[in-house]
């Protein structure tokens, strides 16, 4: 069976209509789907029974089996997400006050291999396809139940968003159509590690925003932090951030994983002020977050206070991330970090 969600409404209308049926009749159904998260196509009582057969028989809604839900002691949850193929990913629900955030994965595992990252000692499996990135949307709206709205999205979950840009694009395209969840880009936010060469096809494909992850501020650390680095280096990535066509309110940021005696000098915090000025962007800090298998270590608070101060002293805006999740190995740079090893101590497995 073919899955629906890889399609974007302009495609699945085409393929209805190959096959003698309204065009608009695609937007009823992303409309059951996206918006009222019906997934049986049974339920969709203002198709013909002829029709919701024919779908029910060529096309398939869920492309993932939700096979574990963690919860840590801060509200956000951690999905662990079986394909098709029997591969597993993991998706984050963030809580906050204002805004309901799910962080997706865009690939299986990882190929950029950075150091402090737990998803890249997976190595890299496949890239996934817009369905499977959409359906990560689903179950987490499934999770948040009648009473709470998606507000956000991020590209911040297992994989290089722009090493798998089509699908990526696609799934966007599915997330801000009207028919759809008709979301402003404004409220998608793409990360990428710096694929330069991807950087300004994203830009003029879609108007989301974009997040860098920095993490160096000289090409011989970042070199061995994200070996990306030697393909695409701190300057040429620069000069893509500062020609990206973002709205001046939707400045690019840049991540920075501060790491203790590794990157988080003062002379660092200088440079990678004079790094975000250049590139226009704002500072987005945050203390490394910890997981078996790397022996890296967040830094001192007082240290972290006093390299935010002097970012901010510089004229440049320096924000710190609170961690969310880190009991479940939820929180950035610890996907993939599962199972017997987790202690969280509210994991239950999905009822769904």
Known sequence: MKALLNCTPEELGSCLAARGIERF???QVLHWILVRGVTDFRAMTNLSMRLRHALAEEWRIHSLECVRTLKAQDGTRKLVLRTADGASIESVLIPEERRQTICVS????????????????????????PGEIVDQILHARALLGADAELTNVVFMGMGEPLLNLKNVIVAIRILTHPSGLGMSPRRITVSTAGVVSKMMELGAAVPVRLAVSLHATTDDVRDALVPLNKRFPIAALVDACARYPVARRDRISLEYALMRGVNDSLADARRLAGLARAARAKVNLIPLNEHPGTPLKGPERQRLELFTETVAACGVTATVRRSRGSDIYAACGQLGTLGDAITGPSSRASGR
């Open 25 to 27: 009749r695609a937007d």
């Open 106 to 129: 865009s690939q299986v595992g990882c190929s950029l291999d950075c150091t402090f990252c737990a998803t890249g000692r997976l190595g890299f499996g496949r890239n996934l396809e």
